[in-house]
């Protein structure tokens, strides 16, 4: 445990079928690498009832490097920001010689030691950089996604429907190569799935701000307060690391686009306090009414149609509130 100095840090609820596949992707190479020895997992478990707890507590203890298990206590908060802060709380403690954050969700799979061993060499080389990343793929070979701008109030005005479209949250990607052959870019945000990252910088961040920011919108949060600190992010070019749930969907995806939307304008009002007002509560309102109205004159099936209409009018109700 003295020798650990990148703490591999997983948030997990129900989820076994992609965590258990997860840890042993690592585990396939892990104790064989320049790794051995180095590398710890530390699972925020938030009170799973599919046999999640039980596995990582009894086969997982048998995988190749340690797996320290943290289980959320009745009452504890056990939204995402919280979990990884927790998690990063335990693994200071825990390991005396860390120096990395490997942030890695259950959805993610890194297949072989390079694409950290690359990372582990772009800090070494960027000063400045503060996380490191990998471009991300699918299991069918389509590529997932690795981050973005930072965002506009232009764009949260469209909504992310049409920005999605229109790809104008696009990462505009300025390679550069190495005498190594690794290809490196700086991104605004790089989200957390995974995400390599210096614990001078996590510390001096102060984490993700778990009040404001519980979910939705923590990492571009927590992306832009790193660089109002200094830091820079980036992302190495890989092929061998994997970010996809299957279609698995998390306890909140029912909630997804309210906290969307409450996290977007949280940001806007931290980060541009006088502009959100350009776009709140007007230009959203008539956002959210083209919704409604677009999604009763376009969408065919009852149900898909039913469900969306819902949605909208949730919102169209909510934005005056802030989306509470």
């Known amino acids: ?33 320049i790794f051995a020895g180095r590398c710890a997992a530390v699972v925020y478990e938030a009170g799973s009832t599919d046999g999640s707890i039980e596995w990582l507590q009894g086969e997982a203890q048998e995988l190749g490097f340690p797996v320290e298990v943290l289980v959320a206590k009745p009452g504890d908060d056990t939204s995402f920001a ?6 990063v709380a335990y693994a200071e403690a825990k390991f005396p010689q860390l120096k990395y954050l490997l942030f890695y969700e259950t959805d993610n799979q890194i ?32 590529p997932a996604g690795v981050g973005q701008p930072f965002p506009t109030l232009m ?26 052959g690794v290809e490196f870019s700086e991104v605004d945000v790089v989200y957390t799935s995974p ?16 009040e404001r920011f519980p979910f939705s919108d923590c990492d571009v949060d927590w992306a832009r307060r790193l660089r109002d600190l200094g830091w820079r992010m980036g992302v190495i070019r890989s092929d061998a690391v994997i970010h996809d749930n299957r279609e698995a969907l998390s306890a909140w995806s029912k909630s997804r686009a309210m906290q969307n939307n409450r996290g977007r304008l949280r940001y806007f009002q931290r980060h541009s306090p006088l502009g959100v007002f350009a ?46």
């Open 1 to 33: 445990m003295d020798k650990v100095d990148i703490a591999i840090i997983i948030n997990s609820f129900n989820r076994r079928t992609l965590l258990q596949p997860c840890l042993e992707v690592l585990n396939a190479w892990i104790p064989e690498s």
């Open 82 to 87: 919280a979990g990884l802060n927790a998690g």
């Open 111 to 142: 297949l072989e030691p390079a694409p950290l061993a690359q990372a582990l060499e772009q800090l070494a080389q960027r000063e400045q950089v503060g996380a490191c990343g990998f471009t991300v793929r699918r299991h069918d070979g389509s």
């Open 155 to 180: 764009n949260f005005a469209l909504g992310k429907n049409l920005v999605h479209r229109l790809q104008l949250e696009k990462i505009p990607y300025h390679w550069h190569k190495d005498a190594e």
């Open 195 to 210: 995400l390599l990252v210096r614990v001078n910088a996590w510390q001096a961040s102060g984490g993700l701000d778990t």
């Open 279 to 324: 776009v709140w509560p007007g230009m959203l309102l008539l956002r959210h009414f083209v919704e409604l109205v677009g999604t009763n004159l376009l969408v065919k099936d009852a149900t898909r149609r039913a469900q969306l209409s819902r949605q909208f009018m949730d919102l169209l109700k909510s934005c005056p509130r802030q989306y509470e």
